[in-house]
Nanobody, 123 residues
Framework: EAQLVESGGGSVQPGGSLRLSCAASGFTFVVYPMSWVRQAPGKGLEWVSTIDDDGTRPEYTASVKGRFIISRDNAKNMVYLELNSLKIEDTAMYYC????????????????RGPGTQVTVSS
């Protein structure tokens, strides 16, 4: 059974850092780009970052560029998101998803995402 499971969320002060992890299983991880998507309280889904299948072309939404770093380890079927210089507005549930979220239908996202990990940034 295909599965994605996020971990690493938590509560931090502004300016702090976290490292999110996503463990993938049940599908051929190495052939898919992987995305991180977030949803703040009361708001819609927001694309955060995507990394291509071999990890050479990370892309970021403008609000996190220069602060977040996406990476992957194809040997371990893992994708990571390093969150630095966190801001209050980064508070959200963070999901990893199989594929490039920017081109993803809603039902595909719901099928190919994990349960999420909560990131809360507050002083």
């Amino acid at each position: 059974e295909a599965q994605l499971v996020e971990s690493g969320g938590g509560s931090v002060q502004p300016g702090g850092s976290l490292r999110l992890s996503c463990a993938a299983s049940g599908f051929t991880f190495v052939v898919y780009p992987m995305s991180w998507v977030r949803q703040a309280p009361g708001k819609g889904l927001e694309w955060v970052s995507t990394i291509d299948d071999d990890g050479t072309r990370p892309e970021y939404t403008a609000s996190v560029k220069g602060r977040f770093i996406i990476s992957r380890d194809n040997a371990k079927n893992m994708v990571y998101l390093e969150l630095n210089s966190l801001k209050i507005e980064d508070t959200a549930m963070y999901y990893c998803a199989r594929g490039d979220f920017r081109y993803m239908a809603a039902d595909y996202f719901n099928q190919w995402r994990g349960p999420g990990t909560q990131v809360t940034v507050s002083s």
